[in-house]
């Protein structure tokens, strides 16, 4: 690992206080990023991250502190003005118009003159040299999480940023891309580029970050050098104490078959979508089911098929509990104990300007809820308290807007009101994005309990650490069709890694090529 | 100094409050202004418009007659609203509701049965809803904009109007006037309080901005619409059908509006003309703005309206202004409600221009 050269710190705060109505997010947080340093701010949810790099990318105002960049203390009004100094920043939650091309996106925040096509090749040059594939006239809606990431880093290097903040951004990359994506950060550093390294996974920022700044609770926890330390001392530095280790029930007790997927085709209307082709899948009672696969290869077309919010054609090629519900709504397939957690969970898994209470409603209303069509509150209100208790939603209570729960808290409670509904099947898609360890172990462990209790789940993550962590067998889906199903005891990351470019034996040769990351 | 506008980290509730009173406000300022432009004494303008109608009894009970209507209207509107449902024809659907219920009192007229009444009513609500189940299918068979189909409506159904007054429910001893026979006794409201034109509709009314507000806070049904109206993509993914919420939201306008028509036929017009509506239909969308589309401060706006709508009839009589005026005040008070609710959203801020 190289040492930074220059003497000057490219950015140093000083003392940086950010108070919300409700909390304070930043208390007193000093750091320094060296050029060609790659520093990791580490921290669980709430912790006041997300704060600090908004503050430093001017997007919001400090109430004290300084900031100096490149030994000149400079004040930041907004994001124009950081780009101009010479800070990027990937977003953990994009900031792309969904309806523009990825080109036109790209040419929105580069100051100059509007020449597409000029702009079209240095995406493609960029995108060469940093391992970054995207087509630039494809548009943004068609676009897999995984692909949004990329432009919005192709975005920022255009720029020559002299720092570069990214928000958790392996969590979508396949193990393959994750090492390409440290190839290009390194690459990026050995160029003289600082890095800010927002992440909560220890092992990669072991293996990537030269240093490390702690923070919990808005405060600074601590300082380290990664390689120095195990991700058990940097986990308890982070939440204070050691993270709970997982306990895993006896496999090979599983049930019935609650999920049945028989030949599912399903042609996408979307020119950018992914066709499913011949999709068969069983989930039984008592067993977790993972599927893996870079994004963009099918996954929410699976995930809408199963869901119920894309009608199928086609009654019979999806049975839960023994019964055909390809023509069934969500609700309907709901009243048979399926439970659903999308990867969306702002206007999709949540309404945003509705109480936690009222959220509960939004899928939970079976459960006792209702009276004559009238809703009862108290009932919605209690289930709401207890959820929030259990799966240890930090918010303002149950009477807080969706909305004002960040994005860690927010997905702790929607899978809290979908596991406590006792589903018979629980489908969840991404139910640890951006999630940090402490909550994410726990989601996890909630999961293996509801297995023990004999629900069948699925998950579809792009987190393999996750899959293997929880998964008893496991499926690769790649340009829409599925790979054979794998016990996670047979098989490893390598091979997984390589099913996921579509690579697995007997796969179909022809076609194009899968989205690989 | 230069002023910018800087997004709310969340939309103020205390300002969606307050918008409301800053465009009555506003209004009176500007109405005020307008006095003077015309030539007139602003003080003894706003006594004439805004006092005068007020200052008796029958004054009072003639405020609540007007706002009946609107009350109806913008209850049944404020359903669809919530749930991003843009029925815009209430006054269409209105008329409708009169034909049809007034329709039941011609036929019938020497009936003088107790069901009467309330046959007028339940078939003025069922024309109201006919009428808005149209634009409904065509919203959820084909997609077209119901802005548009229900606004196109409200034209037709005054051409409908117009041709049955002038041909075949045409009174035979009206001296060709376009209008039909007055009603019976028998299908004609009963007076709540003797000496004003107040009739039964205001509890009709005021009972459906209870049930409305039931409803909308209380039932499941208006939980899914509420869900509809702020995340579509939520309402999808928790099963819930949007065309539900589209046809509720349509009927529910389209049946407070017949009720508010017959309400009206049956009541202080007493017959069917051209001239059933002052366009309460329409006035009735800013009525429901104004109020939140929360039927309790739907009753207070819809008070407002109807003073505006008596103090344009005083203005007329005694500072021979033109009849269009009560539109001018209702125009400004949508104008300044529109640019009040920007603050929920943004509020002001003045910085210095740096250089």
Known sequence: ?517 | MWLKFEQRPEPSKTMSYVSPILAVALMFLSGLLLFVVLGKSPVEGFKVFFLNPLKDSYGIAELFLKATPLMLCAVGLSVGFKANVWNIGAEGQLLIGALVGGGIALHFEHTSSAILLPAMMVAGALGGMAWAAIPAFLRTRFNANEILTSLMLVYVAELVVSWLVHGPWMDPDGFNFPQTKLLSPEATLPILLTGTRVNAALLLAIGALLVGWIFMNKSFMGYQMKVAGQAEHAGRYAGFSAKRSVWIGMLAGGAMAGIAGIAEVSGPVGQITEHISPGYGFAAMIVAFVGRLNPIGIFFSSLLMALLYMGGEQAQQYLALPSSISKVFQGMLLFFLLGSDVFINFRPRFIRRRK
């Open chain 1, 1 to 517: 690992m190289q040492t930074p050269s220059s003497n000057t710190p490219r950015l140093a705060i000083r003392g940086i206080r950010k108070v919300y109505p409700a909390i304070v997010a930043n208390d007193g947080i000093d750091l320094t990023v060296m050029p060609g340093e790659i520093h990791a701010v580490l921290g669980e949810n709430g912790a006041g991250k997300s704060t600090l790099m908004k503050v430093i990318y001017g997007v919001i105002r400090p109430d004290e502190g300084e900031l100096i960049w490149e030994g000149q203390s400079v004040t930041i009004p907004n994001p124009a003005q950081a780009r101009e100094l010479g800070i990027g920043m990937v977003f953990q939650h994009f900031s792309l118009f969904e309806t523009l091309s990825v080109v036109q996106n790209v040419a929105l925040a580069i100051p100059g003159e509007f020449d597409l096509a000029a702009l079209s090749l240095r995406i493609e040059e960029v995108s060469q040299r940093y391992g970054l594939p995207v087509d630039p006239r494809r548009m943004v809606h068609a676009l897999s999480v995984g692909e949004r990431q990329r432009v919005e880093i192709i975005r920022c290097l255009l720029q020559n940023p002299r720092l570069l903040i990214l928000d958790e951004p392996t969590s979508v990359l396949t193990p393959q891309a994750v090492r390409k994506l440290f190839e290009t950060l390194r690459q990026l550093a050995s160029e003289g580029v600082s890095i800010l390294y927002i992440s909560h996974k220890l092992d990669e920022i072991q293996e990537l970050c030269h240093t490390a700044t702690v923070l919990r609770n808005g405060k600074v926890t601590g300082s380290c050098t990664p390689s120095q330390e195990s991700p058990k001392t940097m986990a308890r530095m982070m939440i204070g104490e050691d993270l709970p280790a997982y306990s895993h029930g006896e496999t090979g007790h599983e049930g019935e078959v609650r999920l049945r997927i028989v030949n599912l085709c399903q042609p996408t209307e979307d020119p950018f979508g992914t066709t499913l082709k011949n999709i068969n899948l069983e989930v039984r009672s008592g067993e977790i089911v993972g599927i893996a696969g870079v994004s963009g290869n099918g996954q929410q077309e699976l995930l809408k098929a199963i869901s119920g919010e894309e009608p199928l054609a086609d009654n019979r090629v999806i049975e839960m509990c023994g019964i055909q519900v390809g023509h069934l709504n969500p609700g309907k397939r709901r009243a048979l104990g399926m439970c659903f957690v999308p990867e969306e969970r702002l206007g999709r898994g949540a309404v945003p300007r509705l109480t936690l209470t009222e959220n509960i409603l939004l899928t939970a209303y079976r459960k006792g809820m209702l009276l004559g069509g009238l809703i009862r509150f108290g009932v919605a209100k209690r289930f709401a308290e207890d959820c929030i208790k259990r799966f240890d939603v930090r918010c303002g209570g149950a009477n807080s807007e969706a909305k004002s729960l960040s994005g860690g808290n927010l997905q702790k409670f929607i899978v809290g009101r979908e596991i406590m509904q006792d589903p018979k099947v629980l489908v969840l898609a991404q139910p640890t994005w951006g999630v940090d360890v402490g909550a994410s172990s726990f989601i996890r462990q909630s999961l293996l309990d509801l297995r023990e209790s004999g629900t069948a789940v699925l998950v579809i993550s792009e987190e393999l650490e996750e899959l293997f962590e929880i998964c008893d067998r496991l499926v690769v889906i790649a340009k829409g069709t599925l790979s054979p199903s794998k016990a996670t005891t047979e098989t490893g990351v390598e091979e997984i890694g390589i099913w996921m470019s579509g690579m697995w034996p007997d796969a179909e040769k022809s076609g194009e090529a899968p989205h690989v990351a």
